[in-house]
């Protein structure tokens, strides 16, 4: 089996920066993916390749990846952005794909 | 603009089987490099990865699921199924279905992901 490991919940200020994270041992050669997931929708693509943003996303959503280590951040959060957050990957050998447990981000 | 919708029993009785239909609408199932997933969430818990199709009839399952899982296409109805048998309390969740998009790297290197989703469809399972 295979795991991203996601911390549960991030708390910010509206303004402030959220940075989750998700930690995955074949992140250094697969792309990692986020969704945000509002309370009662479907999941909604915010970052895709690492780093690339959806058409329709806002610029203040950002994606980065290092090791095994891949981050999505939220420069000067709002109230709005406050979901839960999923990555989304694949094993080493590319035939497994598997979510992160998710992270609650609160704006309050 | 492509949208995904799925359909089927709310409600399943245990060890039978839980079939489920997604229709793409504002596009064909047929055009360009797409997977077909399906993925479901538990009330109140993450999100589980359970297979995908490609419009070719090839198939890749989750090996947690695989022994009970079945993924179909119909192109033309443009609609793509899940089979999950013998079904229990642990398989309640709610059931999205998602277009994949294929990037292909090298004839022997593609990945794919999810950009496009249904609505999610709660299936119950109890008796």
């Known amino acids: 089996s295979y795991e991203l490991t996601q911390p549960p919940s991030v708390s910010v200020s509206p303004g402030q920066t959220a940075r989750i994270t998700c930690s995955g041992d074949?992140?250094?050669?697969?792309?990692a993916y986020w969704y945000q997931q509002k309370s009662g929708q479907a999941p909604v693509l915010v970052i895709y390749?690492?780093?690339k943003r959806p058409s329709g996303i806002p610029e203040r959503f950002s994606g980065s990846s290092s090791g095994t280590l891949a981050t999505l951040t939220i420069s000067g959060a709002q109230a709005e952005d406050e979901a839960d957050y999923y990555c989304y990957s694949t094993d080493s050998s590319g035939n497994l794909w598997v979510f992160g447990g998710g992270t609650k981000l609160t704006v309050l | 603009q492509v949208q995904l919708q799925e359909s089927g029993p709310g409600l399943v009785k245990p060890s039978q089987t839980l079939s489920l239909t997604c229709t793409v609408s504002g596009g064909s199932i047929s055009s360009g490099s797409y997977y077909w997933s399906w993925i479901r969430q538990p009330a109140g818990k993450g999100l589980e990865w359970i297979g995908r199709?490609?419009?070719?009839?090839?198939?890749s399952y989750n090996p947690s699921l695989k022994s009970r899982v079945s993924i179909s296409v119909d192109t033309s109805k443009n609609q793509f199924s899940l089979k999950l048998s013998t079904v229990t309390a642990a398989d309640t969740a709610v059931y999205y279905c998602?277009?994949?998009?294929?990037?292909?790297?090298?004839?022997?290197?593609?990945?794919?992901?999810?950009?496009?989703w249904g609505k999610g469809t709660t299936v119950t399972v109890s008796s």
């Open positions: 998602a277009r994949d998009i294929v990037v292909v790297v090298t004839p022997l290197y593609q990945y794919s992901y999810m950009d496009v």
């Open positions: 074949a992140l250094p050669k697969k792309y």
């Open positions: 199709i490609y419009t070719s009839g090839s198939t």
């Open positions: 390749e690492d780093s």
